[in-house]
């Protein structure tokens, strides 16, 4: 499966980090931080996310679903979807993710297309459980990951499995860095310079990959 997804291995990636460890420091951004912070701790203090609208507005704006194309209808199932799901109790699979895709891909965009919006369903659930990473193009970027099927030429499902598998191999690839505590000095100085962040380990990787995928071309 590793060749079909991506070519990056657990040791590339880390010589890439510590590589450009510098000018992730320096793009990394407290800003980012605080806000991700408030939205984790707001979520689960709010009672019904889909009808707190200035929740929405900081979520809306922190991960830009207003510069998407999105329709109206489809940001309202949205925040239904983190509602519904706000109590799952356990890990998201395959079958949770295929469910929410489906609720999903019934709205086409502004623009009148199909939109597979697999970025903002990773955002979704990582709001949920903090330890189901981000996916979405500076990540895809940094790992190279292959570029999903065509929407004409390829079903919901497969698509859906194929990023899940994309996502999995995110995952392994964090457990083999913090099992072998290959970053530890790295995730130490975060710790320094963003002291109480309350930042899971998956999480701080979230922040130092997305920062990473915007640094390496």
Do not use: C, H
């Amino acid at each position: 499966m590793n060749n079909i997804i991506s070519n990056v291995n657990t040791a590339i990636l880390v010589e890439l980090i510590i590589k450009y460890e510098n000018d992730i420091y320096n793009k990394l951004n407290k800003e980012s931080i605080d806000v991700y912070n408030y939205i984790t701790t707001e979520y689960r203090s709010i009672s019904n996310v889909s009808e707190n609208l200035f929740f929405q507005f900081v979520y809306r704006s922190f991960y830009r679903l207003d510069n998407a194309g999105l329709i109206d209808e489809f940001k309202n199932e949205y925040f239904k979807i983190l509602n519904d799901y706000k109590n799952i109790g356990r890990e998201f699979d395959y079958d949770d993710i295929m469910e929410i895709s489906n609720r999903l891909a019934f709205f086409k965009t502004k623009r009148g297309f199909d939109s597979f919006q697999f970025s903002f369903i990773s955002k979704l659930i990582n709001t949920i459980d903090n330890n189901f990473p981000i996916w979405d193009s500076e990540v895809r970027k940094f790992f190279k990951f292959k570029n999903l099927p065509s929407k004409k030429n390829s079903s919901l499902e497969l698509r859906v499995d194929y990023a899940y598998k994309q996502v999995k191999y995110i995952v392994q690839s964090l457990n083999d860095i913090r099992e072998n505590k290959l970053l530890d000095d790295l995730l130490s100085r975060f710790d320094l310079k963003y002291s109480n962040n309350n930042l899971s380990f998956n999480k701080k990787m979230d922040f130092i990959l997305w920062t990473a995928g915007k640094i390496i071309k």
